[in-house]
């Protein structure tokens, strides 16, 4: 094709002057607003504050680490030479994330984002929005297909049922969109697209106007207005094949939420956003993005030969030369794993693909195709799914120090513990300032516990070379509410450490032999203390009630709005697309059977009361719910919680979906008022 490899370079311009301030994740979360709903408006510069504050954190970070390196090897090394194996064997285990760290303050420096050049409006694209379906419910279904086709402007959605199922047709027809089903079922995923794509080949080569751009969106991944206005004008640059846009999961405490954006928040809000530099461009992520169709035909349409589709196709449109770009924009709204089974089914997946593409791909070696930045995001990327094996490792080599007896350390115990807790506070602080804030240590750490199984699985893969199978990651309510399960990698492991711990303690009180100094129980002993730590908060988090598992197919949201119920006035508890609870007068008479309900600024639907309290001295509570098959219900319900009408919640800025309203709310945000924003701030709101 001849394309230049090179991608996109980094806008360039002034950065505005005056601009007033957005609000801050801790002033979200104190109205009761989703961190994501930060992002909704277009991209934009980083803002100089935090840009400073991320250098000062990542130099930081760095300089802590070579101080304390240094300190150990000129002061604390033992020198007698039975001794010292060991004791360089725990400081090579403690220099190993220097390298990481170096590469990330390099690579995270700047995080700047841009707008398409144009609209996208004049183009003249025949888009397709697909949304591939395998075995969800309609809870999970019908808001994505509802929401997809209010879209502007004109395309055409298309949902591809791998299910075959009746009532799905029947909701895609109802809501006018296209139901698609193949008569194989190969290849999961990518066969569904690829089959898509080549439906629409033969209807172009039998005169039907032949598709631009196909977006592609996972079930469960709700599109925001934004979602196609705000992203073809990108397609404007005929060397684009890509738009990848950030995924973003409104069903706060998922498995993965840290309170925050979740996990997956540092990945989308800072590691991709930072590919918006010459020769770093994105990769494909599988929903949330949009596709030049004539450069998927050109790689031979969705790559099939691994599980992980999606990063495999672009290392293929790369390799012709096609460029890639991420839109830093909360485009659609997702449902993140919500227990840890899900959680380690995901990961699994990503992490056993992603070894499929290393060695297919065999990534380790130089690429005239790949700019050496490429060549570090997608070699790094991928070898980091063996970050089990990293965290086993990284609980042996202090126990094996321990264990032994061996001296690793002449210094002080207490100047030991001093510079050892500096050195390590330090880092914490400036990592988390250079990730922007986009990470909670203790989520971070309890969840790095539970990816162990993942790392091991990959190992495994590497000597085995077994084939593997595209999994699901399930969606919606599951027969009975059961709490996650420890691996038994993981039992073993606090056994391991646990049993070490105590051995030590006891050799240093002289109840059995022990030769080493207790300068060098501490040394090994403190990052043992710390992987006990880490142990306990990833257990902890998996056995959590609050992780367990749901009879619930949609996901509730907690917003207080006004409503009318049998033309009563009362006010919104929590809705879900399946239905709401509701709060009116004592004095209203209790409803029965099925009653008319107004949410504000949308359609009448007709809903059934499943209960309804006394309201003896207060308000009465009403819990409703939608009929089996009442598509209209369903597409209302939807579009009201994602493309929610001007002032239909009291406190939320102009475009900002309901659904972005959370439970965590305090001061007059938790009472559904209209907050007065901080001093120079505003609310999220789309232009």
Known sequence: MGRSPALRAAPSGRRPEGRRRRLGLDELRARGVAAWAAHLGPPE?????????????GVAAVTSLVLYLLWRVAFSLPTAPADQATAWALLVFETLPLPGMIMNTVAWWNLDSSAPPTDGAGLGLKVVVLI?????PAEVLAPTIAAACALTPAHETWVLDDGDRGWAADLSRAYGARYVRRDEHRHAKAGNINHALGLMEREAAAGAEAVDVVAVLDCDHVPLPSFLSGTLGWFADPEIALVQGPQTFY???AFDDDGITGEQGLFFNVQMRARN?????????GSTALLRVEALREVGGVATETITEDMHTTL?????GWKTVYHHQTLALGLAPATPGQYLLQRRRWGLGAMQILTLEKLWAAKRWMSWRNFHEYFNGTLWWLEGVATVGAFAVPALALASGAQTSTADPLVFAAIFAAAFTVRLWGAKLLMRRQIQWPTAFALRVFRIPVGLACLWWLVTRRSLEFEVTPKGAEGSRARGQL?????ALLLLVTGVLLWAGAGLAGLVPWRASPASTETAGAWLLLSLVLLLLGAARIRSEKFATSRRNAHRVMVCAPVTVGGAPGTLVDISVGGARVSLPAETPPPAGEVTVTLAGAEPVVLEVVSASEGLGGPRTVSLKVRPGDWAAYRVLSLWLFHTPAGAVPGLGPGVPAVACTARATGPA???SDAAPARGATLPSVP
């Open 132 to 136: 591939p379906t395998y075995n969800e």
């Open 670 to 672: 938790a009472r559904g």
């Open 487 to 491: 691996p038994a990698v993981i039992v």
């Open 45 to 57: 510069l980083e803002d100089v504050a935090s840009r400073r504050m991320a250098h000062l954190g």
């Open 251 to 253: 069903n706060g405490g």
């Open 277 to 285: 530099a010459a020769g770093a461009g994105p990769f494909w992520c």
């Open 316 to 320: 293929k449109l790369i390799r012709r």
